[in-house]
């Protein structure tokens, strides 16, 4: 049996067991941190998790609870990390075949979209900025490219896995309606991708450099407010982040 207790401080803890003969991994997430983050439990996404899996760009998902999930077991056949990304075309074309993949979820699988995700967030906001960030404009300079796909919304290396020359997205905790270019935006943003690699991203699905680049201060506010909630601080603390002096110019003029 699984300690529960043990589970970690973040949002969840990934377990590998044995079952029926199998090895799985079960995902169990941290109810306070998932509450504090405003997630729905996992029964309310049974819907997106089946429709998911009828797309074969992630393991396949089963829910045992609302705050536990199994995903099938994948073998890596190696760790992906920016030179080899960016240096095996065929990964390249993969990702982009997955990530277009994406277009066949319907957006009503998912409950939030870009905007509310951040307006969930306003009170912290305000606590972080002191700084109140209006609604219509931030709908208005989201709202510049269209919303209307689903996103992973948390793409990193550690999320995309390689089994058996087919990749995989990991993690669908962070899904919203948004648009490609944040989807890409936010991909670049937690790998700290340069500039030309950023091009080669936005050459690769034919969209402009300056499209990926709008959103990096969206990804900024929501890196922002994840960070300062999945911290432990006691109230005398004082907050830290590499971006909060220019998020809050941002905030100010844009927003």
Known sequence: MINLNEINGGFSTIYRLQVDNFEKVIKVINKNAITRFNRNNYYKDNKFYKNLDLLNISPKHKILSK?????????????????????????????????????????????????????????????????????????????????????????HFKNLKLSNNNLYFLDWDYKVISSLSFELAMFSYLEKFNKNQIKIISNLFNISYKEIEYFFPICKILDIIYFYISKKRTSNQKFKHKYLNEIKRFIVNNL
């Open 67 to 155: 705050h536990i999930i199994q995903m099938d077991e994948i073998i890596s056949d190696f760790e992906i990390n920016k030179d080899i990304f960016f240096k095996k075309k065929y990964l390249l074309k993969q990702f982009k075949v997955k990530i277009n993949l994406l277009k066949n979820l319907k957006t009503s699988l998912v409950k939030k979209n870009l905007s509310t995700e951040i307006i969930n967030y306003k009170r912290i906001l305000k606590l972080i900025f002191n700084e109140e960030i209006d609604d219509y404009k931030l709908k208005n300079y989201i709202n510049a490219f269209p919303q209307d796909r689903v996103c992973h919304g948390d793409i």
